[in-house]
C-alpha cells in the first residue's frame, strides 16, 4: 500500500464507518472530528486503572476495583427509587450492581449465567456493591475483549451533544476500537526513519493505538513521548522554515542615517539611557542598518525602559524617510501608546497619528490620507492597522506590542503593508525560555535586564478586604507626606457594566469618606481619548494626590511619584496582570509599595498567586509560577491568538524533548528546506496539511 494511499483511507469521513450515522457525524463535527485521521487524534483527557482483578472476597470499601464474575440473579426492584439489579459471584463471595436509570434497558441487556467483567468503586451496603459500573461481557475462563474493565481505561472529552447520541466514554472506546482495527494499517508514518531510530519513537500506527488502549503505563508513556514529539517538531518545524525564508531575504531595508532628531530626544531625555537600554540600541541599530529585513523580539520586564528603546528605533525610520507603526492588542493599550509617543515626537517635529476601531468616519477618512501621502510619519493603532483600506506611502519599521496576543498571520499582513519592513516585537510579559522556543523561535532576542539607577524594589503584600479600612489609612498618610497613588479595580469583559460601576461607585463613595481631603481622579476604558488624556496629565502634574482606575493603567503609564498601587479584588487577576499593574509604581527614587486587597475564601490558585507577588518582583520567576499555575494556553489569558494547542506536549514538563525537536527541525529545514526529499514527502503532505491555516505564508508547500 503506498503512502498515498494510506493517506486517503484515514482521509474519509467518518460517516464511512459502520456505526456513524448522520446525528453523529454532525455531533463529531462539532468537536472538529469529520475524518477518520481526526478521530485516531481525539486522544482521551485521563485514564482509570482498571488493570488489577481483586476476588469478592477482598473487595474494601472506597476500592476502585475490576470484578470478573457471572450473573446469578437480576431484575427490577421497585421502592421509593425503582432500581435495575444484578447479582454477580465468583468463588469467594457475591457483587451487586444497580442503576437508577434506563432499566427496561438494562433488563433486556443481560442473561443470567454469562460472565461479566465489571469496574467501579466498591460501596458496602449490605454487601459489596457497585453503582452504574462500567462492564464487559468476556467468557468463563476470563476471554473476550475488554474495552471498559480489566484494563487502562481511557476517558475521552464528551458534552450533552456528544452523549445524545451515544458518544460518551464508552461510546467513543467502542468507535476509536472499531475503526483502529480496521484502519490501523492505514495510519501512514509521517516522520523519517533516521529521526525515529536517533530518538527511540514508536511507529506512529502503534502510538496512536496505544494512547487509546495502552497495555501498560510504561506503553502509554511512550506512546504519549511520540505524540508530544510530532507536535513540538511541526511547531519547530514551522519556524525553522520562517527563520530561514527571513534570513534568506536580501530585499530589506538599510536604514543607514541616524540625524538631529535621534540626539535631540536622548538629549532631552529626563534620564540616563542603562548600560541595558544602550547594548539593546546597539543590536537593533546593527539590524536596522543591514540589508536584511530585522525580526527581533525585545523582551523587558516592567519599567526597564522598553518605550524608549521603541522610540528611538521609529526615529531612525523616520529619519531614513520611511514610516513606522506601532500595533498594539487593545484600543486601550493604543490609546496609551499614542500619547505616550506623540508627547515626546511631536517635540523633534514627529507627526503621530491614531488609528483604532471605534474613530468617526470623517477621522478615519483624515487618517487614512495622512497615512498614504506619508504626513503621518508614525501611526499607532490596533489590528486597524492592517485592514485593506489602509496604505502607506514608505512603511520601513513595524513594531507589535505584547506580539503573544496577535497570531502569526496578522504579522505577516502588517509586514505585507511595506517592502519587508524591520520588525520589532516587544512585550513587557517576561516568558519562560520553553515558551519563547514555540512563540518567538523564529526571532532574534534581546532582553532589558536591568532598571534604571535608583530604583528601589517594589514593598509587597496581600491583605484581606477585612483590613481595607487600615489599607486606605495607609495610602492617606503616604499622600499626605506629598506622594501619589493609584487605586486599580478590576474590568473582566463579561462583566464589564458591572465592573464600571464599581470603579465609579468606589470612586464617589472614596470622595466623600476616605479621602474626602485629597484630590482624586477617575479613569475608565469607557471615557474618550481625550478626556483620558487630561486626566493622565493632571495627575503627571500632581494635580490629582490619587487616581481610581480600572486595568486601563495596565501599561504605558509612567509617573516617578507615584509609590503606593493598591489593588482590589486582586484574587481575581492574573499573575503577569498584577505584576504589570504593580510596575506602574516603583519609577522613582522613594520607596514604593503595592497592596493587594482579596475578598472572599481564596482556592489554592487565587493564594499561591498573591502569595508569589509578595515573595518576588522578578517577572521571570514571577511568569515560570503563572506558566505551571496556568498552563501554556492560558498563560496570556487568549488562547485563540496563535499559541499551539498541544494536546500530548507540555511545555513546562517536557523542555527537553522541545529543544531535541527544535534541534531536528532547524537539522532538517537547513538540509532540505522544502521537504522534497524521497525520504521527507510523508511529512511534507502531512505538514501542509497540519498548518493549512498557515498556507499564505508558506508558498513553498502548495
Not at 469529520?34 to 478521530?39: A, K, M, P, R, V
Not at 470484578?67 to 463471595?93: C, E, H, P, S, W
Request: hydrophobic fraction near 40%.
Amino acid at each position: 500500500m503506498t503512502v498515498e494511499t494510506q493517506k486517503n483511507l484515514i482521509a474519509q469521513s467518518v460517516k464511512n464507518l459502520p456505526s456513524i450515522g448522520l446525528k453523529k457525524a454532525a455531533a463529531l463535527a462539532g468537536v472538529g472530528v469529520e475524518t477518520i485521521g481526526d478521530l485516531f487524534y481525539y486522544f482521551p483527557r485521563k485514564y482509570l486503572d482498571r488493570s488489577s482483578v481483586v476476588p469478592i472476597g477482598k473487595l474494601q470499601d472506597g476500592q476502585e476495583a475490576t470484578v470478573f464474575a457471572q450473573i446469578k440473579n437480576m431484575g427490577i426492584k421497585k421502592g421509593r427509587r425503582n432500581r435495575f439489579y444484578l447479582v454477580l459471584a465468583d468463588d469467594t463471595g457475591y457483587l451487586t450492581c444497580v442503576w437508577f436509570s434506563r432499566l427496561f434497558y438494562w433488563d433486556k441487556l443481560f442473561k443470567a449465567g454469562e460472565w461479566l467483567a465489571v469496574s467501579g468503586k466498591i460501596t458496602l451496603f449490605g454487601g459489596p456493591q457497585l453503582v452504574h459500573p462500567e462492564f464487559d461481557r468476556i467468557s468463563e475462563s476470563g476471554g473476550g475483549e475488554l474495552l471498559n474493565t480489566g484494563k487502562i481505561i481511557p476517558l475521552y472529552p464528551s458534552g450533552e451533544a456528544l452523549a445524545r447520541v451515544g458518544l460518551d466514554s464508552r461510546g467513543f472506546r467502542r468507535l476509536l476500537h472499531r475503526a483502529l482495527q480496521e484502519y490501523r494499517i492505514s495510519i501512514p508514518e509521517i516522520l523519517p526513519q533516521e529521526i525515529r531510530d536517533r530518538h527511540h519513537l514508536l511507529p506512529l500506527p502503534e502510538a496512536l493505538y496505544a494512547v487509546h488502549f495502552p497495555a501498560d503505563y510504561d506503553l502509554l508513556e511512550k506512546a504519549r513521548h511520540r505524540l508530544a514529539f510530532d507536535e513540538f517538531f511541526f511547531v519547530e518545524l514551522l519556524i525553522a522554515h520562517r527563520k530561514k525564508k527571513d534570513t534568506e531575504a536580501v530585499n530589506g531595508i538599510s536604514f543607514t542615517r541616524v540625524g538631529q532628531q535621534v540626539r535631540t530626544l536622548v538629549e532631552q531625555l529626563p534620564f540616563e539611557l542603562t548600560a541595558g537600554q544602550k547594548r539593546v540600541l546597539h543590536e537593533i541599530r546593527a539590524d536596522m542598518k543591514s540589508d536584511k529585513p530585522m525580526n527581533r523580539l525585545l523582551q523587558g520586564d516592567v519599567g526597564s525602559g522598553k518605550t524608549v528603546v521603541a522610540m528611538i528605533a521609529i526615529l531612525i525610520a523616520v529619519e531614513n524617510d520611511y514610516q513606522a507603526v506601532l500595533m498594539a492588542p487593545t484600543e486601550i493599550l493604543a490609546e496609551q501608546h499614542y500619547l505616550t509617543l506623540r508627547q515626546s515626537l511631536e517635540s523633534v517635529g514627529v507627526r503621530t497619528v491614531l488609528l483604532i476601531g471605534g474613530q468617526t468616519k470623517r477621522v478615519r477618512e483624515e487618517i487614512l490620507a495622512e497615512i498614504e501621502t506619508g504626513a503621518a510619519q508614525v501611526v499607532v493603532g490596533t489590528h486597524a492597522l492592517i485592514q485593506e483600506n489602509v496604505r502607506y506611502r514608505r512603511l520601513g519599521l513595524v513594531i507589535i506590542d505584547e506580539q503573544h496576543r496577535f497570531g502569526v498571520m496578522q504579522r505577516a499582513l502588517l509586514r505585507e503593508k511595506g517592502m519587508n519592513p524591520d520588525v520589532l516585537v516587544m512585550t513587557a510579559t517576561p516568558i519562560p525560555r520553553t515558551l519563547s522556543l514555540t512563540l518567538y523561535g523564529d526571532l532574534d532576542v534581546s532582553i532589558l535586564d536591568e532598571l534604571p539607577g535608583g530604583r528601589k524594589p517594589i514593598k509587597t503584600a496581600w491583605r484581606s478586604s477585612s483590613k481595607r479600612a487600615a489599607v486606605y489609612s495607609f495610602v492617606r498618610k503616604q499622600v499626605m507626606e506629598g506622594s501619589q497613588a493609584f487605586i486599580v479595580f478590576p474590568l473582566v469583559e463579561e462583566s464589564e457594566k458591572l465592573d464600571l460601576k464599581a470603579a465609579v461607585d468606589s470612586y464617589e463613595i472614596m470622595q466623600k469618606t476616605f479621602f474626602s481631603q485629597q484630590k482624586l481622579g477617575l479613569l475608565h476604558g469607557r471615557m474618550k481619548c481625550d478626556e483620558k488624556e487630561q486626566v493622565m496629565r493632571a495627575f503627571k502634574r500632581g494635580d490629582l494626590s490619587i487616581l481610581v482606575s480600572t486595568t486601563v493603567i495596565e501599561v504605558g503609564v509612567d509617573v516617578p511619584n507615584a509609590t503606593v498601587m493598591v489593588i482590589e479584588h486582586a484574587e481575581r487577576f492574573g499573575l503577569t496582570q498584577l505584576h504589570q499593574l504593580r510596575g506602574r509604581v516603583g519609577r522613582g527614587s522613594q520607596q514604593s509599595y503595592c497592596i493587594l486587597i482579596a475578598y472572599g475564601q481564596l482556592n489554592d490558585e487565587a493564594r499561591k498567586r498573591l502569595d508569589t507577588m509578595a515573595a518576588t518582583t522578578d517577572g521571570f520567576e514571577i511568569a515560570q509560577v503563572d506558566l505551571e499555575l496556568r498552563g501554556p494556553g492560558e498563560f496570556f489569558g487568549v488562547r485563540q491568538h496563535g499559541f499551539p494547542q498541544f494536546r500530548m506536549a507540555d511545555v513546562v514538563r517536557d523542555v527537553q524533548l522541545l529543544r531535541l525537536c527544535r534541534d531536528e527541525a532547524f537539522r532538517l529545514v537547513e538540509q532540505d528546506p522544502q521537504l522534497r526529499d524521497e525520504a521527507h514527502l510523508p511529512l511534507h503532505r502531512f505538514f501542509a496539511g497540519y498548518f493549512k491555516e498557515y498556507a499564505r505564508e508558506m508558498v513553498w508547500m502548495a
